[in-house]
């Protein structure tokens, strides 16, 4: 699905340039077509499916937008240089090899520093949401019950449906990963409410 995306909104003109507009404006601040193009070939943003695929690439970068701005009045530690470096070969190879990541660079106007900040950007942004929201959150055992009930295809043993008492441990895992998702989606909603956004 992402390399459909990239694909239909990389329209080429005379001297193989990539046309560009701004497609919003987070606080003053623009974001760009060719910025979402490059967010979503890098997986920096996930654009769900089953909606218009450019409108929900837009907004899932202006989040993104503004969880920098959070980021940056309230930084957590600077990532370690050998995760940094990690995270830019993750990044490049989600491109593809040397000679498509030379080309992506190219055509995106791009320098290897900006991949690099690219990568340093969602390192920080992880750490702050591990920091501000835990990296597990407590869930009730009625929550992790309830978990269990509305996703019995996850909960199957050799075709058979598990026992709650052997499903649990990672009912209770998948519950604190849904609870946590649901606490950022909100807290992203409140930022949007405050943010003055244009679109």
Request: net charge negative; proline share 5%.
């Amino acid at each position: 699905m992402v390399g459909f995306i990239f694909a239909a909104w990389v329209p080429l003109v005379q001297g193989q340039e990539l046309l560009d507009r701004v497609v919003a404006q987070v606080n003053g601040d623009s974001i760009t077509l060719s910025e979402v193009r490059v967010a979503v070939r890098l997986a920096l943003i996930e654009v769900p499916s089953d909606v218009d695929p450019v409108s929900a690439a837009v907004r899932a970068l202006i989040n993104r937008h503004l969880m920098v701005i959070e980021v940056d009045r309230f930084p957590p530690i600077e990532p370690e240089l050998y995760l940094l470096e990690r995270e830019v070969d993750r990044l490049r190879t989600t491109v593809g090899n040397s000679l498509d990541v030379e080309e992506f660079i190219r055509l995106n106007g791009l320098t290897g520093t900006e991949i690099y900040e690219l990568a340093r950007e969602n390192l920080r942004i992880q750490a702050y949401l591990n920091q501000r929201f835990g990296t597990t959150v407590y869930v009730t055992e009625e929550e992790v019950a309830q978990y269990y009930s509305d996703h019995p295809d996850e909960f199957q043993r050799d075709g058979e449906p598990m026992t709650f008492a052997d499903a649990a441990p990672v009912a209770r895992e998948r519950a604190s990963v849904v609870r946590r998702q649901t606490t950022i989606e909100q807290w992203l909603r409140d930022l949007r409410d405050r943010a003055d956004i244009k679109q």
